[in-house]
């Protein structure tokens, strides 16, 4: 689904994401863990998986984005 950074703790590496539907929800630290990401600032558009009500996973464009195809060199 599509989302966009609503707030973000850079300390604990945790926030939350406004969907496209208009629900705010939560993500740890692990959402970020193999996305390439660091740092997000409100208002990034991401790719976000997610699990029951919260987030556990957060992408931008193709970065670790799986079964999508890489970019022509």
Sequence with gaps: ???????????????SVLTDSGEVLPFGPGALEHSGLRHLRPGQRLTAERQGAEIVRLTLGTIGAAGRPAPPD
Excluded at 3 to 8: C, G, L, N, W
């Design 1 to 15: 689904m599509q989302a966009t950074v609503y707030r973000f703790d850079a300390e604990t590496g945790s926030g």
